[in-house]
């Protein structure tokens, strides 16, 4: 009998102590709510409210121009923009540099997804979403109905991303 009790007491304390390791690590959707607050300019210093892409899947990339899987990767969400642009999917590049980089690098790169300068306020953002490493690139899938769904660290791999929109839009 003390045995089983000892095992329920072990079990019960190791999920509890697991649920509070996921709250730490996990993005809340506060972050979310914070994320789609935001107003930041884009390659052209137009401010643009996050708020209008609210009702949409989105996958929010953060990165800079000097980071280079940064840059190798963006043609590959370029691809995936085009992709799933009728599916309500949209890519969202926020950059760590100020507008004057982002608008050069996006003139010499273009990309079929809107590119925002967030400056020290995207690390911000990022860490609220979850990034608790500072790595760049970082990506967050934000489903409208249910929040974060995933968190990318490192250069993103497509094919993941793929099956994971799918899971939201089938």
Request: overall charge neutral; proline content about 6%.
């Amino acid at each position: 009998m003390r045995t089983g009790l000892r095992l329920l007491i072990s079990a019960l304390a190791l999920g509890v102590a697991g649920f509070f390791i996921y709250r730490q690590l996990a993005p809340d959707n506060t972050a979310v709510d914070a994320l789609y607050a935001a107003t930041l300019p884009d390659q052209n210093g137009q401010p643009q409210a996050l708020s209008q892409w609210r009702a949409n899947i989105v996958l929010v990339n953060f990165w800079a121009t000097w980071c280079p899987p940064c840059r190798e990767e963006m043609p590959e969400l370029s691809d995936f923009q085009e992709k799933y642009r009728a599916r309500n999917v949209i890519v969202l590049g926020i950059s760590t540099d100020d507008v004057a980089k982002i608008s050069e690098y996006s003139k010499a790169h273009p990309v079929s997804y809107p590119l925002l300068a967030g400056d020290f306020q995207a690390m911000v953002l990022a860490e609220r979403l979850g990034n608790n490493k500072g790595a760049l690139p970082y990506s967050v899938l934000i489903d409208p109905k249910k929040g974060v769904r995933r968190i990318y660290f490192g250069r993103i791999d497509i094919q993941q991303l793929e099956r994971d929109v799918r899971g939201i839009v089938e």
